[in-house]
């Protein structure tokens, strides 16, 4: 059986308890079948034609890959998806369904094959939003709770190690995950944020 090992010496190196992190959109007016994370770095649009990605939507500054000399301890994942108009309110709940019920979340290094296959709804939020709100929406208040899967905890992520022990990314490494929609794209009705954590230590120069 083959594993993956992490080297010991880091002589020059600082583990540091700090996510990588990546944000897509899923649109509304065009919707897609799938979002791709840790492709598109600081700088590039979100989706084609859109808003620059900034530190708030990801901490990558390369393509698919850390840079040398930094070093990443992979330990699990957290999806983070809501609605960034959350004044429609009506078909919140029903979209969310879509995107979690009939997605699937993929995470590959190199370009080829997944090493991690699964639903979705399978992958926790983590910290979010909690509790209801009114909103006034087509002259008529409507109530509404912030909607989420699994506990709103920072512990609370899909553990990707083997037998404890983390997946180790080394610096040239390629990586990237993604959600797909096998059976055709959610039909939503809302421009959807998804953010992708990946839970680690990251090792990076002195």
């Known amino acids: 059986m083959i594993t993956r090992e992490r080297a010991e010496s880091r002589a020059a190196l600082r583990a540091l308890k700090n996510p990588l992190y990546d944000t897509g959109h899923i649109l509304a007016a065009a919707p897609t079948n799938r979002v ?12 084609a034609a859109g808003a620059l990605k900034t530190e708030a939507d990801t901490n990558l500054t390369q393509a698919g890959q850390l840079g040398r000399p930094q070093e990443f301890d992979l330990y699990g994942f957290q999806l983070e998806i809501f609605n960034t108009n959350c004044d429609d309110i009506p078909n919140t709940f029903a979209d969310l369904l879509l995107v979690y019920d009939t997605g699937v979340f993929e995470f590959f290094f ?5 090493w991690l296959q699964l639903p979705v709804e399978e992958i926790p939020n983590g910290p979010a939003f909690e509790g209801c709100y009114a909103t006034a929406d087509n002259a008529a208040t409507t109530g509404a709770a912030f909607l989420k899967s699994g506990e709103g905890a920072a512990d609370a992520y899909y553990n990707f190690t083997i037998g404890k022990k983390p997946i180790p990314i080394a610096s040239a490494e390629n990586f990237s995950a993604r959600l797909d929609w096998p059976s055709g794209a959610p039909t939503t009705t809302n421009l959807y944020r998804a953010t992708c954590y ?7 120069a002195l």
């Open 36 to 47: 791709n994370f840790f492709q598109a770095p600081q700088g590039n649009p979100i989706v």
């Open 198 to 204: 990946m839970k680690g230590i990251l090792y990076a």
């Open 110 to 114: 190199g370009q080829q094959r997944p």
